[in-house]
Each structure stands twice: as structure tokens, then as C-alpha cells.
Nanobody, 123 residues
Framework: QVQLAESGGGLVQAGGSLALSCAAS????????MAWFRQAPGKVREFVAA????????DYADSVKGRFTISRENAKNTVYLQMNSLKPEDTAVYYCAADLAYLGSSSYAYDYWGQGTQVTVSS
């Protein structure tokens, strides 16, 4: 089973950038589709971005399209989320997720989750 650990969250002003990382261990990373989700206080967890096993396929929520970029380095067992032009509404705990069989936007389908990293965007 794979274990996931996010890092890179923090406090940033609106318009700024942050880069999140998610390091995987305990599994063959290249076998897993990966995704980022986020959850703001009082809201349901929502899809942010997903990437296929080789990195050739990516998908984004409309709310982040053109501002966020998901990527992965299988040699480093790491998936990244580069976040630019951040807005206060991007404030949330960001989670990475992994699954052997599913690649998509449903949080219920991913079997493995990290603990999350807080991103706060001030106005």
C-alpha cells in the first residue's frame, strides 16, 4: 500500500503562488493515478486536478484551469501542484490521493490519501 505525505502549504497573498508536493512511499508509484483535492471549512471535498500514471493525461476543475498545473516525477515518487494567481477562494486543506484503477474527479473512488496541507490566501 502506498503512503502519501503532502508539503508546501502556507500563507500567501492573493495573486501569489505556491507549489505543493506529495511524496509517496511503500508502493510502486508509477502504477498509481494521482489527484489533488481540497476542502474548505464547512464545504465538501472537491476535485482540483488529476494526472495519469505516465503524466501524459491531466484534468482540472474549471475553477483552477489555467492557474494550477499538476505534474509528477515517477523517479522521485512525487506529484506536484503548482498554484499561480491564487485567490482567497482557493483557501482550503489540500489533499493528494492515489488509486491503482481509477483516474477521475470523484473523491470516493480514490483508495489512498495523505493528511493534507493547509493553503491560506489572504485578500
Amino acid at each position: 500500500q502506498v503512503q502519501l505525505a503532502e508539503s508546501g502549504g502556507g500563507l500567501v497573498q492573493a495573486g501569489g503562488s505556491l507549489a505543493l508536493s506529495c511524496a509517496a512511499s511503500g508502493g510502486t508509484f508509477s502504477r498509481y493515478a494521482m489527484a489533488w483535492f481540497r476542502q474548505a471549512p464547512g464545504k465538501v471535498r472537491e476535485f482540483v486536478a488529476a494526472i495519469g500514471r505516465s503524466g501524459g493525461y491531466t484534468d482540472y476543475a474549471d475553477s483552477v484551469k489555467g492557474r494550477f498545473t499538476i505534474s509528477r516525477e515517477n523517479a522521485k515518487n512525487t506529484v506536484y501542484l503548482q498554484m499561480n494567481s491564487l485567490k482567497p477562494e482557493d483557501t482550503a486543506v489540500y489533499y493528494c490521493a492515489a488509486d491503482l484503477a481509477y483516474l477521475g474527479s470523484s473523491s470516493y473512488a480514490y483508495d489512498y490519501w495523505g493528511q493534507g496541507t493547509q493553503v491560506t490566501v489572504s485578500s
